[in-house]
């Protein structure tokens, strides 16, 4: 009877020492910066508002990958540029300040579009602009297409506003300031 006993305590203790190995993952997981969420467009894949944006996988200029997906549940926001861009150079303080006021509740996506530009005018533009956001790269292999051919850019500046789920929402050539991301930020996004 004894032993019956002491079996029944062993059991209950393994039981919930498995409980609260179980639970510590579970949460542990649940909380982990590492976890992102990934966006689930469902529709036609287009460069037109209401269609699933093309995703895309870019590195940026410290060698961290992004993918435009990897939304972790936020809209995400892109500027397709180049260093010898006028009006890139014009926007560029607006966007630093962009990203500055919304970095926590938009993702920025800066992708240099690179046939023009070599690593050096690349640095030395963020350098020049004290961009301190991450810049992408668009640097298609030999036979694959480039993220500017896959959204169809035909001019830089170009700015995309894509939601958490990977709609597009706002595609227009052109650059932009502080005062019309609000805009629209107001009213794409709230």
């Given at each position: 009877?004894?032993?019956?006993?002491?079996?029944?305590?062993?059991?209950?203790?393994?039981?919930?020492?498995?409980?609260?190995?179980?639970?510590?993952?579970?949460?542990?997981?649940?909380?982990?910066?590492?976890?992102?969420?990934?966006?689930?467009?469902?529709?036609?894949?287009?460069?037109?508002?209401?269609?699933?944006?093309?995703?895309?996988?870019?590195?940026?200029?410290?060698?961290?990958?992004?993918?435009?997906?990897?939304?972790?549940?936020?809209?995400?926001?892109?500027?397709?540029?180049?260093?010898?861009?006028?009006?890139?150079?014009?926007?560029?303080?607006?966007?630093?300040?962009?990203?500055?006021?919304?970095?926590?509740?938009?993702?920025?996506?800066?992708?240099?579009v690179t046939s023009g530009d070599?690593?050096?005018?690349?640095?030395?533009?963020?350098?020049?602009?004290?961009?301190?956001?991450?810049?992408?790269?668009?640097?298609?292999?030999?036979?694959?297409?480039?993220?500017?051919?896959?959204?169809?850019?035909?001019?830089?500046?170009?700015?995309?506003?894509?939601?958490?789920?990977?709609?597009?929402?706002?595609?227009?050539?052109?650059?932009?300031?502080?005062?019309?991301?609000?805009?629209?930020?107001?009213?794409?996004?709230?």
């Amino acid at each position: 009877m004894e032993k019956r006993n002491r079996f029944i305590v062993v059991l209950i203790a393994l039981a919930i020492i498995g409980t609260l190995i179980y639970n510590f993952a579970v949460s542990k997981e649940q909380s982990s910066p590492t976890t992102s969420k990934k966006a689930l467009c469902e529709g036609p894949v287009g460069i037109k508002p209401g269609n699933c944006a093309p995703n895309f996988i870019t590195q940026a200029l410290t060698g961290e990958k992004k993918e435009l997906y990897e939304t972790n549940g936020k809209p995400t926001y892109i500027n397709f540029w180049a260093s010898w861009c006028g009006p890139c150079k014009s926007e560029a303080p607006d966007i630093q300040k962009m990203y500055q006021t919304h970095k926590d509740d938009i993702n920025f996506v800066l992708l240099n579009v690179t046939s023009g530009d070599d690593i050096e005018d690349i640095q030395g533009f963020v350098m020049n602009y004290k961009l301190t956001m991450p810049i992408y790269l668009d640097q298609p292999k030999q036979n694959e297409k480039g993220i500017a051919t896959q959204y169809q850019i035909s001019g830089v500046p170009t700015q995309v506003l894509v939601d958490a789920k990977g709609k597009i929402l706002y595609f227009q050539p052109g650059p932009i300031d502080e005062q019309k991301f609000a805009r629209l930020k107001k009213q794409y996004l709230n």
